[in-house]
């Protein structure tokens, strides 16, 4: 089924109208001036002899086969024509072969038979690949860079299996009769094990083998919150008694409209809709941006998929947040700054949220939150350690910050670098942003000079390919320590290109790598020693209660298969739900940023026993404590262990 790229590749055929001419080009990669290669073509399927001016393959069965006494170094532009014309009234298919070391056979026009066919072979450089599989081997270029392979060399692959590129263009490449999203000799990530491919699901970590889309919004039945499209949620319908499967069915009673939370008068009636009669208060909209495909999207979708499945627990056993239901609407932004402002934009302007909560990524949320303060929309429990997001209250009131500053982070790294690896040189490696400044800041400030030597900076950006110059920068440099400002993709790939060197130092990384999932990207035993942050119990506690209820609410309520970052996702949904809870008497914009600040020493049962969350007007951040993880390897399987005390860390 997968095709490795071995030097040659089939590519453009073309059939002629007058005389039928097949073309076959032969694409090479790398621009060489020739290229040995043998020729063969001409088939008579029928009567078994080769058609005229072929001679037949010895050993061939019917249909018989022919060689065309071809062999020769094809030069780059130099064309070949091979005329074949078939004897009487006999005719022959034509099938054609390209053998650079090994053959690869191809077959474009299956059954085609003409009595009189000329095939045409130019050699034409460069090769030609698809965006999204640049140098064509048959692997995802955002595989190979999560894989730590070059998705620029064909001879690079990775060693784990990948997903072919020829698995998701819905043909049938292997010619078994099957579309190689069914074949079992095309295997395709499926989180929850439907049978449908992620890449096809419409509910990717809920089972509907069906796929039942009734409003046909793309978003399956089974995890779609308004089945029929008619704006009333299913579990509202439900409980007024109209059928949340018929759009003609809706309950007599109406939705809250998101302008009745925007904190307006929007019907000039001189109070505020919140507060109006004629202004029923049954619904929440709130709203986020994050990643939801692509590399960046299979790690971080999971924190808004976590929060809103809690939201759909606490909708159904709580009847929600001040007898309103809580709808939360996710814009996917590309891990772009731009995208993230331009869905933002819709989800206040178009949609009209009441808030912001929980929007994920501090490169994409950089160039959302300006916006969103200049307007005055609540922007809370930002995802993001950007140190900016919470250091200025008094410029930026309407931005609140739920994650630890990075900044902090890597300055308490340095100093446990200096006190417990003293004389180790140490190199950092960080992404070319807020997140991986905040980082090198902070080791500096962290790290003593008189104990450790910071013998090498290396940045990256987002939208590199490969950091392999990186990382041999810094083992020529003779270092010792590395810390990771890098997301999980870019810290795999460092790990393994330091294995691959034989390199193989201390690794410290930023707590946005300290899921199990990083086990997956790269081989725990490589991972093993490596030490992170974290402040949440860890998803494979499950015989804490805590965590066994977690996992419950995400089966049962659409959430993502548990890890650390769903304990997270709902870690923040339980703090927004408190803090809706407060602001009851006063549901306006500005009422739930006064209610925020009244939250101090708020304790969730999946945070850490000691770590507790205290906001104020001029404190914005809600995580400072948490303790260190080490990376082990149990039974072959990775795993995060928490170490030392607990640790509280001053945020200026």
Known sequence: MIRKQIGVVVGTLVLAVAVPLLTLALLYGHGGDTQAASISACTAPDNGSAPAGCTAVPGATNPAQANLPISADLVIDERWTIRCTATGDNVFSLENYADVATPAMVDPHPGKNSTSTELTITVLPPRICPPWDRDCDGYYNYMEIMLGSNPDDPTSTPEHLAIPATCQDGLDNDKDGLVDTKDPGCPLRDADDDGVPDKHDNCRY?????????????????????????????????????????????????????????????????????????????????????????????????????????????????????????????????????????????????????????????????????????????????????????????????????LLSYRIEGTFFGQYISDNLPDKKVAVLYQNSDFGWDGLAGLKEGLDPDNNELVSEQSYEATAVTIRSQVTIMKDAGAEVVVLYSTPGFTAQAIKEADRLGWHPQWFMSYVNSDEMIFQFVSPELVEGAISFQAVKLADWIDDPAIARHHEIMHNYGGPSPTNFSVYGQTLAELSVEIFNRTCDNLTRQGLLDALETIQDWHSDLLLDGVNVSFSETDHRALETGRMLRATVRNGEGKWEYFGPLIHLEQP
């Open 206 to 402: 809920v089972s509907n083998p069906d796929q039942d889309d009734l409003d046909g919004d793309g978003q399956g039945d089974a995890c779609d919150w308004n089945d029929d499209g008619d704006g009333y949620t299913d579990f509202w319908e439900r409980f007024l008694g109209s059928d949340p499967k018929d759009p003609d069915s809706t309950p007599e009673h109406r939705l809250i409209r998101s302008s009745c939370t925007d904190g307006l008068d929007n019907d000039m009636d001189g109070l505020t809709d919140g507060a109006d009669p004629g202004c029923p208060a049954t619904e929440i909209v709130i709203g986020a941006h994050s990643s939801l495909s692509g590399l960046y999207g299979t790690v971080y979708s999971m924190i808004p998929q976590a929060q809103e499945a809690y939201y759909r627990y606490v909708n159904d056993t709580q009847g929600g947040v001040c007898g309103r239901q809580i709808v939360l609407e996710v814009e996917d932004d590309g891990y772009d700054p731009d995208k993230a402002l331009e869905v933002t934009k819709k989800l206040v302007e178009q949609d009209k949220v009441f808030a912001i909560v929980g929007a994920v990524g501090d490169l994409p949320h950089s160039g959302a939150w300006e916006y969103l303060n200049d307007n005055g929309i609540p922007d809370i429990l930002v995802s993001a350690g950007a140190h900016k997001y919470g250091a200025d209250p008094s410029g930026h009131p309407w931005t609140v910050q739920m």
